[in-house]
């Protein structure tokens, strides 16, 4: 018998306040602020009421791009501990991507992340397949065994790395037709950015540090696009960071190109200048960009140029991170504020909607990712018979970001000391508080 939670003068999405019943792993009831009670909306068993006349519900977020790191780097996440950050963030679902040791290449490797992600209970973890055998980029994975196991892999990137040979690019954009699967690509032209520190730029020339710049993004977005017109599959770009790539994607959408994109939330409000102190904490790739860049992607998100934010969460040891910039570890984890960092950026500013958000934090990635449908379907309304996939936000609150209290295990925040606006007050996994009253809850402490 799980418990069922009356929410009570929630805020939906659009509309007057209502409140809402989440029992047996579904949306029970949905009814005007006010109608439901404890007692009529349970015939049986406990009601926990919960007063949300100060909340926002959306539904549970999705995350496209997550690096959990297990198996191999156990030192700086787990499957366990990555998934108790995304539940802490709101997050329901997460891609994990496939840059792990072993890399996530076969079905026997994508099966046991899917299988420890389901034992762990925080947050559903859909495996990223990786693209070619290894990471290395001369054979493709067996993409379709991996699409075909357990995990139903429907996306496939070797991320941290770019498919940079165009002509396993174009196999592997055909291949995953037949199963209805996409390409995620990390887009960075390798010999545009050999040794490259940071953006490339006014700052990077001031402080001396090797640029990374945004034509190596540009021409492999630029490449690809085309590639996946010819071809007629599905592509989609990760952690776009430059207005040039904006505008690229803005292109490839007017002429009918089947591609999605994604934006960071360190991107949506970080910029290049952070570099200047030369702390590793902003060492990231894409490296962060410079305020117009950072226009640029609000403008593209808000518009839906931009059809995502994905976290990128890169968790990484002390050892890799506390060194000099130039030793550091590429990477920043991001599954605990992305929201407050979309709320900022966006809502508070008034480009977006909390509709909108929800859209760019969990529908269309659900969709993207294909895990709308399905046996546990993510990133649907939050309508009566969906599955009870639910994060209540309080937009009204503020807190101090102080990594080391966070729930992943690494502490590379580059937020740490911010104060960030909203916080998420639950979050519920087809009806299980994985958070409640903002901590979380251990398994244990539910099955009953
Ligand atoms: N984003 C990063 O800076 N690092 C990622 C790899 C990646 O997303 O490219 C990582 O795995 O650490
Ligand atoms: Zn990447
Ligand atoms: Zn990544």
Redesign the pocket.
């Known amino acids: 018998m799980t418990t069922r939670y009356l929410l009570s003068h929630v805020s939906p999405l659009g509309g007057d306040r209502v409140d809402m019943v989440l029992a047996d792993g579904v949306v029970e009831a949905v009814a005007p602020a006010g109608t439901l009670t404890a007692d009529a909306s349970g015939e049986t068993g406990e009601t926990v009421v919960v007063d949300c006349s100060a909340l926002v519900a959306l539904p549970g977020l999705v995350d496209l791009h997550t690096?959990l790191r297990e198996p191999g780097r156990e030192d700086s996440e787990t499957i366990s501990s990555g998934t108790r950050a995304a539940a802490v963030g709101g997050f329901t679902a997460v891609h994990a991507?496939a840059?792990t040791t072993p890399v996530q290449d076969t079905a026997g490797v994508v099966e046991q992340v899917w299988r420890i992600g389901s034992e762990a209970g925080w947050a559903d973890v859909h495996p990223v397949g990786a693209v070619t055998v290894g990471l290395a980029g001369e054979h493709l994975a067996e993409l379709g065994s991996m699409a075909s196991s357990a995990a139903q892999v429907r996306v496939f990137s070797d991320?941290?790395k770019c498919v940079w040979d165009p002509v396993l690019m174009r196999r592997a954009l055909e291949y995953v037709k037949s199963f209805d699967g996409v390409i995620a690509q990390?887009a960075q032209e390798p010999r545009l950015t050999e040794g490259a520190q940071m953006n490339e730029g006014v700052v990077s020339a001031e402080i001396g540090l090797a640029g990374w710049p945004a034509v190596a993004e540009e021409a492999i977005i630029a490449r690809d696009v085309l590639l996946a017109e010819h071809v007629g599959s599905r592509l989609h770009v990760?952690?776009l960071s430059t207005a040039g790539s904006v505008d690229l994607i803005r292109w490839a959408k007017a002429r009918g190109i089947n591609v999605t994109a994604e934006v960071t939330p360190h991107h949506l409000i970080l910029t290049d200048e952070l570099a200047r102190g030369y702390d590793p904490l902003f060492k990231?790739?894409p490296p962060l960009r410079t305020a117009a860049d950072v226009e640029a992607v609000r403008e593209g998100l808000a518009d839906g140029t931009i059809d995502i934010v994905a976290t990128?969460h890169?968790p990484?040891t002390r050892e890799d991170k506390d060194c000099e910039w130039a030793a550091a570890?590429?990477?920043m984890t991001g599954l605990e504020t992305a929201l407050s960092v979309v709320q900022q950026t966006m809502v508070d500013t008034g480009r977006m909607t909390w509709a909108d958000v929800a859209r760019v934090l969990s529908t269309a990635p659900a969709r993207i990712g294909r895990i709308d449908q399905g046996p546990r379907p993510q990133g649907r309304p939050l309508e009566v018979g969906e599955p009870a996939n639910v994060v209540l936000v309080d937009p009204a609150a503020t807190r101090t970001v102080v990594p080391a209290e966070q729930a992943t295990a690494s502490a590379n925040s580059p937020f740490g000391g911010y104060e960030l606006p909203g916080a998420v007050v639950a979050t519920f996994l087809r009806g299980r508080a994985t958070v409640f009253e903002g901590r979380p809850v251990e398994q244990a402490e539910v099955a009953r």
């Open positions: 690096h991507m840059n991320d941290g990390h990760c952690h990231v790739n990128d890169a990484h570890a590429f990477g």
